[in-house]
Nanobody, 115 residues
Framework: EVKVVESGGGLVHPGGSLRLSCEAS????????MNWFRQAPGKERELVAR????????NYADSVKGRFTIPRGNGRNTAYLEMNNLKPEDTAMYIC????????WGQGTQVTVSS
């Protein structure tokens, strides 16, 4: 059974930090990329960051560059999202997606940035 499970969300003050985790399991094919999306109420889902585990290549949305990081070297099926200098506009459900030949989605973890 394919599973994608996120954790680490919560409530944080502006300027604070959080570390999200995503664990994927049960795949018959190799994971090609681990992707972090977010979706705020009334807004479209957007790709925040992703990593290609074999090469270590990472990509980030312009809105989070310099603040968010996906650490390398955690294997194909695990991805963290280190979020620093959080802003109220970062408030959203953060959803992990593991891509093989298909896309498998987690349920998400809520991040709320508020004073």
């Amino acid at each position: 059974e394919v599973k994608v499970v996120e954790s680490g969300g919560g409530l944080v003050h502006p300027g604070g930090s959080l570390r999200l985790s995503c664990e994927a399991s049960g795949f018959s094919n190799s994971v090609l990329s681990m992707n972090w999306f977010r979706q705020a109420p009334g807004k479209e889902r957007e790709l925040v960051a992703r990593i290609f585990p074999v090469s270590g290549t990472t990509n980030y949305a312009d809105s989070v560059k310099g603040r968010f990081t996906i650490p390398r070297g955690n294997g194909r099926n695990t991805a963290y999202l280190e979020m620093n200098n959080l802003k109220p506009e970062d408030t959203a459900m953060y959803i992990c997606c593991a891509r093989t030949t298909n896309a498998s989605w987690g349920q998400g973890t809520q991040v709320t940035v508020s004073s």
